[in-house]
């Protein structure tokens, strides 16, 4: 529509009254998000909660759960004493539930939690050794089969570092099946269902301490190694015993820089008022401020909801009422610079940089996780219609970058060929190697057969 000068000199004087008196700001909040879901999804996260089935039929709870969370974690019902009552019989219907609510609601789904020392059915508390690491592995094959291609990130492992100064593994029967207990346990994951992230997850892990060191550390060896992980979980139980560490933010952000995306898992934080609910948005703020902090669970909806209701620590007192720790997060999230959504979210398709195999041949598409000065590169390499005997893949790095190490590969400069086991790789199938390095990881590559 075409305005008058004159018409144009009364909008314009009717809009300086209106910023005079406030009114835009009010135009303003009124267009803010209203829910913690959709305002994370503003700023490319999610907002999640824990989740029980049994209280799915409360009518004050679902209506909570639809309205403000677009993600979910079974508080139980995906442990292995749910999931598993007796060996090699599973039982899924109470985590189905749960799961189908999710998918009605458009919410993503966190599972929880696939091998942990606890919560464990008595059958497998009373199993060692190499039948107990069996069983894991058929159990972490069966469950994550099962959710295949529902989940957007399993917690894998969960609390297998000890409490205090040592940085050593927890004791446990799992742990005495030998230290690689974790690491195979992500690698069944993957196979299993190769779309989920997969993620470790432990509590006390917030700040930085010998614990979070311990994970820190083993991070970064499985990043070294190929060992699939693509996600770190900060439970952030809070107290005033335990309060929000001054290092929260930079925490995360280490493990990020590791090239893996953080989680906040478990949120909850005791208290009242307006000290809650300055941490709950201290806790906000950070995972904003943080690009690969995918999103943030509450453990559970109302205050009488919690593994620790006494403590009220969550955003809703017991009859569903906003506290004002819900206000603060809500603000913090509607405030929250906006930051791209993170890669790992939505990725990005693999870059293909050889042409579709004719006949014989082999292609080969990289995968990278950058950070702010060095990437790791997955790299998969897939026979055309004939089997292959040994492949060489050479890679262009950009000007500054250096290969530092690789894994399932043998390396010469910036040339990768097979090893002995994964030079032999059937019509159509695919194996892959990776390595990692400092600057900026390489986007072209050349797969040539032998
Ligand atoms: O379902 C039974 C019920 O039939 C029985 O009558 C009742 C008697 O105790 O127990 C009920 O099961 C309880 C279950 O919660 C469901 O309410 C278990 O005893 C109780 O141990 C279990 O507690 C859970 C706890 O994990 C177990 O370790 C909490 O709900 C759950 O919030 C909590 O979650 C953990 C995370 O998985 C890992 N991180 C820490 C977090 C808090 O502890």
Redesign the pocket.
Known sequence: MKRSPKRRLILAGTLGLLVAGGALAVTSTANAATTLGASAAEKGRYFGT?V?AYKLSDATYSGILNREFNSVTP??EM?WDATEPTQGQFSFTSADQIVARAKANGAKVRG??LA?H??QPSWAQNLSGTALRNAMVNHVTQVATHYKGQIDSWDVV??AFADGGTGARRDSNLQRTGNDWIEVAFRTARAADPAAKLCY?D?NTDGQNAKSNAVFAMVQDFKSRGVPIDCVGF?S?FNSASPVPSDYQANLQRFANLGVDVQIT?LDIEGSGTTQANSFGTVTRACLAVTRCNGITV??IRDSD???ASGTPLLFDGSGNKKAAYTAVLDALNSGTSTPPPTTTAPPPPTTTTPPPSGSGCTSTISLNQWNGGFVATVKVTAGASRLNGWTVNVTLPSGAAVTNSWNASASGTSFSNVSYNGSVNAGASTEFGFQGTGTGPSVSTCTAR
Do not use: C, I
Request: no cysteine; aromatic share 18%; charged share 25%.
């Open positions: 824990a029980a508080e139980n442990k929880h939690a942990w606890s919560q969960n609390e997850n509590y439970q139980h478990e453990w559970g919690s593994w620790r």
